[in-house]
Each structure stands twice: as C-alpha cells, then as structure tokens.
C-alpha cells in the first residue's frame, strides 16, 4: 500500500520561508515522478513542481508563479522528496500535496493532476501578510 506523508506545514509572515517534506512507503521511490500541489480554499488543486529521472537524466518542472522562489528535491536513499520554499506570499496560501505519478514516467507527466497516482493527506501552509 503506497503512503504519502506529509510534514513541515505551518504559518509564516510574508517573505518567510518553509520547508516542506514528503515521506513515502509502499513503492520503489525512485521509479517514481513526484510532486507537489496545492488547493486554496474554493479553488481547484493546482500543480506546484515536480521531480523525475529518466534515463539518467534528472528533470524538474515549476509552476510559473514559483520559479525563483520554490526549489524540489528529493533523496532517494531516504524515499523523500521536498519542497523549499522562500519569499512566501500570501497568494501561497493552500493545502499542500505530495503527489506520485505511475511508475517510469516522466516528471512532466505530474504536470497534470489527472496523471498523479498517488495523493498524500496534505499539510497546510498559511502565509501572513
């Protein structure tokens, strides 16, 4: 059974920053595209990042409004991925999810939410202006 759990949640001021975890179980962690989404109140869930490896070659993907300011990685000795997040602003404000894609496939697969597989509980992230 395949377990996302996620940590690192919390409320920061504005221009402050969080670290993010996911610890994952239940899967052969490195064969797997993973991500991170996020859901504001009222609003759909929307792709954040994403980290895969394929043939060697690792590649990450951002949403626009993060490049710059969130950095994805992931240990995959430790079934781990993160999300660093600095210069936080109140439009980051959401439930944040770990997501995990089919096995094989490319980061940009998670992109879209409809390619994610796996879905962790989530954990909330409330940024103060």
């Known amino acids: 059974q395949v377990q996302l759990a996620e940590s690192g949640g919390g409320l920061v001021q504005a221009g402050g920053s969080l670290r993010l975890s996911c610890a994952a179980s239940?899967?052969?962690?490195?064969?797997?595209?993973m991500g991170w989404y996020r859901q504001a109140p009222g609003k759909e869930r929307k792709f954040v990042a994403s980290?895969?490896?394929?043939?060697?070659?690792?590649?990450?993907h951002y949403t626009d409004s993060v490049k710059g300011r969130f950095t994805i990685s992931r240990d995959n000795q430790k079934n781990t991925v993160h999300l660093e997040m600095i210069s936080l602003k109140a439009e980051d404000t959401a439930a944040y999810y770990c997501a995990a894609g089919s096995r094989g496939a490319f980061a940009q697969s998670i992109t879209e939410a409809r390619a994610v597989e796996y879905w962790g509980q989530g954990t909330q992230v409330t940024v103060s202006s």
């Open positions: 239940g899967l052969n962690f490195s064969d797997y595209p």
């Open positions: 980290i895969g490896r394929k043939s060697g070659i690792i590649t990450i």
